[in-house]
């Protein structure tokens, strides 16, 4: 099978591309000029040059293909240009969506993302059929995200064999950016977490995230969305198993969210718009964590033979690979 992967120099995209090597597909890998391809090292398969944000770049890698797996996106919580992401992550999908049909590429898999879900501040578990709309869709990024979603769900009304994967939080190796969830590991293990809020997510392997891509090409129905999640944890419980895992000592002070809110008012004005850095935290962000994100994988499990693995031993992964590579202090 022929498979043309965006975003595989990412970390989610990276773990996909090692899953699809391993069941022998022919990979054909977009990279941006701009790429580092450090997490390409060891995986065989030709590279591309182009951008989500320019689709006509994309066309020629569609030739010949058997499948399309999207993982690339715009994804950022504080971002200055707004519309970029939008072009990126809605336009790019919708472009490439079409490309495909038009080169007449069997299947396409689509990776969004569980923030396009509707979570609840009560922590109860949500599933693909919990009702949700665009007006609940906190920031840029799952708005467009959101909208995203939407073109690959009518792509798929009008024919188009598009499957959906909603990847809850994933935890692993090579998450060099890293992501927000990255950062969380990373805030922890160089005692910059003195407290927490009370929120929540669902954590996942992201090993087993990129099994269930490689599942979803042969067994994944069109226009299905399917979650993909392992356990769903206070922040509180995630703070307590690093420490369980490292020694160091886990937060015990909780914050309001009017302090957290406060504080991420003004990182967003001194930090990002004064001194045009991210700032460490943003309002997006606080306000994303007045609901705990916690979700099912049945469906995944049923349809997808997905694997719902405890989190310990990516956690445990993550963290090493953070101190091995100097995102962080070594254990001592």
Request: hydrophobic letters at 45%.
């Amino acid at each position: 099978m022929k498979v043309f992967l965006t975003g595989a120099t990412g970390f989610v995209g990276h773990h996909v591309a090692r899953a699809l090597a391993a069941e022998g597909a022919q990979l054909r890998l977009l990279v941006r000029k701009s790429s580092n391809l450090a997490n390409l090292e060891g995986i065989a398969g030709d590279t591309h040059v182009g951008d989500l944000s320019q689709p006509e770049t994309l066309k020629p890698a569609l030739a010949g293909c058997d499948a399309v797996v999207h993982v690339a996106a715009d994804y950022r919580l504080w971002i200055p240009d707004p519309a970029a992401m939008y072009r990126a992550n809605v336009d790019g999908t919708r472009e490439l969506l079409r490309m495909a049909r038009e080169a007449q590429v069997p299947r396409v898999v689509y990776t969004s993302s569980v923030a396009t879900m509707h979570f609840r501040t009560d922590g109860i578990v949500i599933n693909e059929d919990t009702p949700v709309s665009l007006a609940d869709m906190v920031g840029h990024y799952k708005r467009s995200k959101f909208l995203a979603e939407q073109e690959a769900i009518a792509a798929a009304q009008a024919g188009q064999q598009v499957m959906i994967l909603n990847p809850t939080s994933p935890i692993g190796t090579n998450d060099s950016k890293p992501t927000p969830t990255g950062r969380i590991i990373l805030d922890f293990l160089n005692g910059k977490f003195p407290a927490y809020m009370d929120t929540g997510l669902n954590l996942v392997d992201v090993a087993e995230v990129a099994q269930a891509h490689v599942a979803a090409l042969t067994k994944g129905q069109a226009g299905r969305r399917y979650i993909l999640g392992g356990e769903n944890l206070t922040l509180k419980q995630i703070l307590d198993k690093m420490a369980a895992i490292t020694g160091i000592p886990s937060p015990t002070v909780k914050i309001p969210f009017v302090v957290a809110a406060t504080y991420a008012f003004f990182e967003e004005w001194i930090t990002g718009r004064i001194r045009g850095k991210e700032p460490r935290a943003t309002l997006e962000e606080v306000r994303m964590g007045r609901k705990k994100m916690f979700a099912s994988s049945a469906r995944a499990q049923q349809e997808l033979g997905f694997r719902i693995a405890p989190v310990y031993p990516a956690m445990r992964s993550a963290i090493e690979w953070f101190r091995a590579h100097g995102y962080a202090p070594p254990a001592s």
